[in-house]
């Protein structure tokens, strides 16, 4: 069963917003068995939008619009999707009830602007909003499904979610797809890809398999489409099990998960606590972390310690040793995480001290140059990276690094 | 001068990742002159690749491809892209050194996987990689141009810059686009549509208008295309002249910045620093100040004081008053605030205490339910919000919300 997304609105087309609806809409439609064919940003043009609708309902059965349902000007998907389907905008009681109610509770008044929204195209199927004032619309024909929604993403996610799931479900046939994903660190794409070489030439046709390549870290994605689910699920369990005999040590975890889940899951188990001391990284360490729900029972806290100031005073870092080897150095970032340690009274601590750029760069250290420390109540382990250029792309790197020298020193050393 | 964006990877039809690379080339095709009529994300099969680019070709000057450039067994882009010029893939020499150099500064040897992206199209003109090994890829054919790139960011960014920027400036007369962008605060958005209804339609028809909301901040979008980029700035100008007597104290910034470099500007401004004090969003707020180039002259450091305890030790906020008030509250959040700006010994300091989420709701604080304080040597000022339910939208809310109080606090209260 085939679908596409499309994504309105010439914010996308000029690159001042990332389009992450697409992403999570394509993450969702794949669960529950569509192929999604492609992706496609239009601008916010009557006849560019009715070009895309047309055109993909030649070739998928559902088709996904978000974008261009607000109150404002720019916003033209619904009178579109009326003259395509020759229907009328109406004035749909449910719908006003709905933002009166929206707004109500958020003190505001109705504007003329807002009681435009109750307008609602006569033959559509109404996708109530409960996180916004635009709901969505459902629309069908010769057996397709063209289906509008907001852009705000958690408008979109909860009418998809309490509205539209059900609905695909009773309308379609749908067929079973199924996805695993290996996390793999600690060896390059190339060389991986020769060691996999003759595990990958003896698998079945049917199992399709990608290299996903980010920083630190491998996915490796295997996938089986128009199978019953658990017949796919055993013959990928046969086939991981000889991926462990091959890459032992590298396979992080054989499902889809982030390393701050995972670090959580080795914490929890075991019953211990993490605190970190972020120079370069700025807090990112600490915000990967917390973005881990339940991430309390084992994350205590962090210094940030920017200034030099910060990490003698609150990190108990001497400030001969600043002096002697500078803020970014092994005997540094080392005591840094000790002080965090014994600050935040935890049994691990992560400490990072580099220079981020674009500035700040010397010979020596050179931008990218980047000192990271783990350390317990009885070790502490550091290490040096030598990263790229771009401040963004080096304080991402720094927080994976960092967080799987956590993971393998609890899961090595511990 | 039309420009279509094409990302290939079944990675981006499953949801497995978000497509970046598009939003960043449709901003640097913009700013050089492209109109980008649409993004695509399509499959890495050869089919959907050369159905695409054909496609493309026949409504745009310029297609750029991303992905499917890797050295292993699922990028077939080459290959494809050799089938419909009727090309060949020719041993390249200077790939091949390029190849062997990136790699010998990485300490890693040449594999035959590698040995192969040395294979290049005998017809098209080679894009030097300085980051990674697979190269660009340039082919000319009736007066359109097709460019394939690798997938990985920062390579394909730096290609991008490096080898295709002048490239497309010398084969492309480019007409010049403008656009402005205006922040805007403390307004929702059909209030402020409504409230710029007679300017927007005064304006004349070439100037177009776009609303865009995040959480906390519209952005508004002022775009003139192919016309002399000076006469777009001077009728911009007057315009955007007018909307600050329409709206004055709503308009942030009348160019595209983040709210964390505006703190940044006026904290520099003032010679003034900042330290933030974080519960419930976690070092969110502390990376986004990192995130900008030269903080260290004005943000010191943070607390992430996630358990009550660092809470009671680090921020100094007193244990009777968590008992008395809960973590959750103003006391306890004003508390942290005080506590942040005398131990890290700032001018200014943010303080979060909330329930982000999913977890950990009561019926009088429930999740979302949100404290946040700013305070200087003199006064502290909280406030309380009332976010949604999802963990990830509340960190961000948060975060913005606690930035523009202090945005607010430093230009009228001091």
């Known amino acids: 069963m085939k679908a596409k997304i499309i994504t309105i609105g010439d914010e996308l087309l000029i690159g001042q917003v990332v389009d992450t609806n697409s992403s999570w809409l394509a993450a969702e439609l794949t ?6 064919s492609s992706i496609l940003s239009i601008s916010d043009t009557s006849d560019d939008i009715a070009k895309a609708i047309t055109e993909s309902e030649k070739e998928n059965e559902l088709t996904i619009l978000t974008g261009g349902l607000g109150p404002t000007k720019d916003d ?36 003329h602007l807002n009681k435009d929204q109750a307008l609602f195209p006569a033959d559509a199927i109404l996708l109530r909003n409960r996180h916004g004032t635009a709901p969505g619309i459902w629309l069908e024909r010769n057996n397709r499904v063209i289906i509008s929604l907001p852009g705000v993403p958690w408008e979109m996610k ?9 609905r695909l479900e009773d309308f379609f046939n749908l067929p079973e797809n199924y996805y695993q994903t290996i996390m793999i660190s600690g060896i390059g794409e190339s060389t991986l890809a020769i060691k996999l070489e ?18 630190g870290l491998i996915r490796l994605r295997l996938g089986i489409t128009n199978k019953p689910a658990t017949e796919s699920h055993n013959k990928l369990e046969t086939e991981i099990k000889k991926l462990y005999k091959i890459i032992p040590k590298n396979i992080v975890s054989d499902t889809e998960v982030s390393l701050q889940e995972i670090i959580g899951k080795l914490l929890n188990n075991s019953n211990k606590t993490i605190a970190t001391a972020e120079s370069c990284s700025g807090g990112n360490i600490a915000k990967m972390i917390t973005s881990v729900p339940g991430c309390s029972q084992y994350f205590k806290g962090s210094i940030i310690a920017y200034s030099n100031e910060i990490k003698t005073k609150l990190l108990n870092v ?15 970032v080392e005591a840094m995480a000790i002080g965090a340690c014994k600050k935040l009274n935890t049994d691990y601590a992560i400490a990072t001290s580099g220079i981020a750029g674009p500035e700040g760069g010397t010979l020596n250290k050179p931008v990218g140059y980047i000192w990271i420390a783990i350390s317990d109540s009885n070790n502490t382990i550091s290490k040096v990276f030598q990263f790229g250029k771009e401040r963004e792309v080096n304080i991402k790197r720094t927080s994976i690094a960092a967080l799987n020298m956590l993971r393998e020193y609890i899961i090595y050393n511990s």
Chains 1, 2 share one sequence.
């Open 318 to 332: 001497n400030k001969q040793i600043i002096q002697e080897y500078g803020a970014v150095s092994k005997q540094v």
């Open 198 to 215: 003759n595990w990958e030439n003896q698998l079945p046709k049917y199992v399709k398999v990608a290299y996903l390549p980010s920083p």
């Open 31 to 36: 669960k529950i068995g569509f192929n999604v």
């Open 158 to 166: 909860g009418i998809f979610k309490h509205e539209i799931v059900s």
């Open 76 to 111: 033209i998907t619904k009178t579109t999707l009326c003259k395509i389907f020759n229907s009328q905008l109406k004035f749909n009681e449910v719908v006003y009830a709905d933002v009166e109610a929206f707004l109500a509770q958020r003190g505001v008044e109705m504007n």
